[in-house]
């Protein structure tokens, strides 16, 4: 009879985080809910471009270039124990979207909280845009590998790390994770117009 209980015991517990953990990210990560449109997808592409511009020393410069330049604009994680993070922005070349993008990534761990966050993936040579955008599915670190720059007080990139093939940075972090890694993000091209 003991050992009902402390089964039951457990098991609602897992519920329980399971409850809250569904809850908590679907509050926060609304996936199917609202999809965005092009147009508010590149409007919050503005916005976290001009975030960059403020918050990383020498950004325009490296905008420039960049023969192509990926934004994804507050990106969302939440986590109790398992955490998901999803987010929706652009591929910008020569100043303009080309195709539109989400990413996903999952994780299990010692993690519970919310964040959000901006990612930029500058491209900067033409073989890995062209592979990036002839990919069904690019997975940060196993289609290509990504230097990255945490951009923290006064974030910088050096002139070694600026010169890599892909430059990411994770900046304007809000929240209680403030998890700035892309290990297992994935991005996926969007069909919007």
Do not use: C
């Not at 039951?8 to 990560?29: A, E, G, Y």
């Not at 020498?58 to 990106?75: R, T």
Request: glycine residues 10%.
């Amino acid at each position: 009879m003991k050992a009902n209980l402390v089964k039951n015991s457990i098991k609602d517990q897992w519920l329980i985080r399971v409850f809250v953990m569904v809850t908590l990210f679907s509050l926060i990560v609304p996936i199917p809910l609202y999809a965005k449109t092009a147009k508010e997808i590149d409007a919050s592409v503005d916005a976290a471009i001009e975030r960059f511009y403020k918050q990383v020393d020498d950004a325009k410069e490296l905008v420039q270039k960049a023969k192509g330049i990926l934004v994804m604009p507050n990106v969302k994680k939440a986590a109790f124990i398992v955490g998901g993070e999803y987010g929706q922005g652009a591929l910008r070349v020569g100043g303009k979207s080309v195709g539109y993008y989400n990413t996903v990534s999952g994780s299990v761990g010692l993690q519970i909280g919310a964040e959000a966050k901006d990612i930029i993936l500058l491209f900067n040579t033409d073989e890995v845009l062209n592979k990036f955008r002839s990919s069904k599915g690019w997975e940060a670190g196993v289609d290509g590998n990504v230097a990255l720059i945490t951009v923290g007080a006064g974030g910088r990139a050096d002139t070694r790390t600026a010169k890599e093939a892909i430059v990411g940075f994770v900046f304007d972090a809000k929240g209680l994770i403030a998890d700035v890694s892309l290990k297992g993000a994935k991005f996926t091209k969007l069909d919007k117009k």
